[in-house]
């Protein structure tokens, strides 16, 4: 993800988690803006990774609103070139902000797009 979507990171004590809805997971607030927790394995077809110690909430600017998902860790920070990321030797699927929560996927909520 590129860093310059990212309007936050909170530690994931700080969601309320509700019962699955699709492929929300829960809710949490930051400056008084509430935004859905979005299980980004679940809706994108992520294959299950090892679990971090202390995972945390990315919150991202949509281009909608705001939306977030749980890092079970961070890896490392990489500079994407040429729209190319590799670490070791093998390429990385660079997540873009849209595709945490699209225009469509709100209403599919009862969440509004509207500011």
């Known amino acids: 993800?590129?860093?310059?979507?990212?309007?936050?990171?909170l530690p994931v004590h700080q969601m309320k988690a509700i019962e699955a809805n699709?492929?929300?997971?829960?809710?949490?607030?930051v400056g008084g803006r509430e935004f859905?927790?979005?299980?980004?394995?679940a809706k994108l077809g992520i294959?299950?990774?090892?679990h971090?110690?202390?995972?945390?909430i990315i919150v991202v600017d949509t281009g909608e609103k705001l939306a977030g998902f749980i890092a079970d860790r961070v890896s490392e920070i990489l500079d994407l070139r040429n729209g190319v990321v590799?670490?070791?030797g093998r390429a990385l699927r660079?997540?873009?902000p849209g595709q945490v929560m699209t225009a469509e996927d709100w209403p599919a909520f009862g969440l509004s797009v509207r500011f």
């Open 1 to 9: 993800m590129n860093i310059a979507f990212v309007r936050s990171i």
């Open 36 to 41: 859905p927790i979005v299980d980004l394995k």
């Open 52 to 56: 971090g110690r202390e995972p945390f």
């Open 22 to 29: 699709k492929w929300v997971c829960g809710f949490a607030a």
């Open 86 to 88: 590799r670490s070791h």
């Open 47 to 50: 294959a299950p990774g090892s």
């Open 94 to 96: 660079v997540l873009e």
